[in-house]
């Protein structure tokens, strides 16, 4: 069973082609690979069978070469290639450096990209031809990204990433290499940054408020000029087309996505015939005649989608097989030890509940900045399929509801979010359908550091515990953690000088004596996030105090398990430690 869920596959990153007549994408199940259809979903072929995880494609503006990225083991250490109509040519041989593409030029001759080989820690911005050595056109420090390329072909828009919600922006000079920030007056997060035709600088935003919305930017002041907004929601994807006039967005609503159409500055309709979830990568056909995007719902897997403008009305092009019986999950809410009212999404398998109530796990999100959304969970969809309900939780620090919400479980308010947990277990309790000793938790990445906290802090409620790559220490996360992630991190959790006695407090390797319940951890060997050592000292620590602990390795693994061999086998020992210890 656990085999026909890791095999469930996925679309995503539509482009056209110049002539909008084909469709390039990315398709697979955990390695996505380089693909091309026709705009009914025939015709479609394999372009490059890399072996690696495919992780984007951006096609020349002039003609079909395409330059997309793949890495080793999910080590993140992207390298670039081109694919021109046959065998992929290498652009970047360096599988110690991360290259991270930024943008074609105007012209198709060169693209911009970042890198840290000058500095693993720092990343600076190079310049190339297509068949030519790259130009450093500048150094930068730390986090540093190319996120646009004027019409002009003169300048290039920068991203430095400082913190968690904090971006600062650069316009940097290709004739002398000069850079100056683009001014803005407090704390802010940008994306999704694109110059018109017109030469005016677009982009999502929080600077003008509490959440994200499209702003004209002026490159020079700073100054915001609002474009569009969904009150009380972020925007979290635009497009533009027909000489910048008609304007897709989609926007978050709790986690659902609604995406809209239509003129800029007027009011847009609601894409209709898209699945009852998430969507985002917009693009446009060349001649503004159709909108691709991918989308997904709780029963239907990532797919990509058709919108006809005049009328605005989605259909699928293609979207990968899946099991008929899948759950369908709702959004629910709690209320947390302070007031805070947290948002969760739940699900129970078909069919009546035992006589003693359905065992659930409650499964958290990494990021810490990020949101559970009404997406495709295969991982969550065998657990429903088990037996098993599933409450997946927007604990304090999420995105999605505002920059207050997701600063709420910064430095000392860290175990503020551990706390949100205890509540969800409190509602559950409450839930006639659910058995309250039967109670679970498991989590990946910042998540996993979640669910070992909770297990610190609240040993007598969870019957037992899956992490996945969890953060142990985070003096040791810290200090070995990939070098350029170093001061982003210490933004959002602390200085380990500074905070010492804070990170004692709410580091869960201090915490393993009163760590009671079963415990199956999960890592690969190549993560650059959460370094593998993370797991190693909890899994010593516990087995110290004869805990009943699984350890399983991963060795061609990084910050998550892609490979379809890899899935299933994580969720093979999922599925089998549940069904012994909940």
């Known amino acids: ?189 940008f994306k999704s940054l694109r110059w018109t035709k017109a030469g005016e600088l677009f982009g999502l935003s929080d600077a003008g408020g509490e959440f994200v919305a499209l702003h004209r930017i002026d490159p020079d002041t700073g100054a915001l000029t609002l474009l569009a907004e969904a009150p009380g929601r972020d925007l979290e994807a635009w497009s533009l087309a027909l000489g910048d006039t008609v304007l897709a967005t989609v926007e978050n609503d709790r986690g659902y996505a609604i995406v809209r159409i239509g003129p800029i500055g007027a009011e847009r309709r609601v894409v209709s015939g898209l699945p009852h979830g998430v969507a985002g990568e917009l693009a446009w056909a060349p001649d503004g005649s159709s909108l691709a995007l991918s989308a997904s719902g709780p029963t239907t897997p990532p797919g990509i989608y058709l919108v006809d403008p005049a009328t605005a009305q989605a259909r699928a092009v293609w979207v990968p097989e899946a099991p008929a019986a899948l759950a369908s999950f ?128 609240y040993p007598a409620l969870w019957r037992s515990v899956v992490d996945y790559y969890g953060i142990a220490d985070f003096t040791t996360l810290l200090a070995d953690t990939g070098p350029w992630r170093k001061a982003h991190r210490s933004r959002e959790y602390g200085d380990p000088d500074r905070d010492a006695a804070l990170f004692a407090r709410i580091s869960p390797i201090k915490q393993a004596a009163a760590m009671t319940a079963p415990l199956l951890v999960l890592h690969g060997t190549r993560d650059p996030r959460v370094p593998y050592g993370e797991s190693e000292q909890i899994v010593a620590a516990m087995r110290g105090f004869q805990r009943d602990v699984t350890f399983e390795t991963f060795d061609y693994a990084g910050h998550g398990f892609i490979r379809p061999e890899d899935r299933d086998r994580a969720y093979r020992l999922v599925a089998a430690f549940f069904a012994r210890t909940l």
């Open 1 to 189: 069973m656990t085999s026909s869920y890791a095999a469930i596959g996925a679309a995503a990153a539509p482009t056209f082609s110049r002539d909008g007549r084909t469709l390039y994408h990315l398709r697979g199940a955990g390695t996505p690979q380089l693909w091309s259809m026709g705009l009914d979903g025939g015709g479609d072929r394999a372009l490059a069978e890399m072996g690696e995880k495919t992780f984007f494609l951006r096609r020349a503006p002039n003609d079909e070469r395409i330059i997309f990225g793949t890495d080793a083991g999910g080590d993140e250490r992207q390298q670039l290639w081109l694919y021109d109509g046959g065998v992929p040519l290498a652009l970047t041989e360096a599988p110690a450096v991360i290259h991270d593409f930024g943008a074609w030029s105007p012209d198709g001759t060169q693209f911009a990209y970042a890198a840290n080989d000058r500095d693993e820690a720092h990343f600076d911005v190079l310049v190339r031809p297509v068949s030519g050595p790259p130009r450093r056109i500048y150094q930068g420090t730390h986090q540093l990204a190319v996120a646009a390329w004027h019409p002009e072909g003169d300048r290039l828009l920068l991203l430095a990433d400082e913190a968690e919600g904090d971006q600062a922006l650069l316009v940097l000079s290709l004739a002398d290499g000069t850079a100056r920030i683009i001014p803005h007056h407090r704390p802010a997060a």
């Open 330 to 457: 709702h959004l629910v809410a709690w209320t947390s030890f302070d007031g805070k009212i947290i948002p969760g999404w739940f699900a129970t398998p078909p069919g009546a509940a035992p006589e003693t109530g359905w065992p659930v796990v409650v499964w958290v999100h990494g990021g810490p900045a990020g949101q559970t959304r009404a997406n495709f969970r295969a991982d969550m969809q065998m657990l429903l399929a088990q037996g098993y309900a599933v409450l997946m939780p927007n604990v304090r620090g999420s995105t999605g509801y505002g920059r207050a919400y997701t600063a709420s479980d910064d430095v000392g308010a860290r175990l503020d979010s551990v706390h949100d947990l205890a509540a969800s277990h409190a509602w559950l309790v409450a839930q006639p359908s659910i058995d309250p000793a039967r109670i679970g938790i498991m989590g990946q990445s910042y998540g996993g550091y979640m669910v070992l906290a909770a297990m610190g802090e």
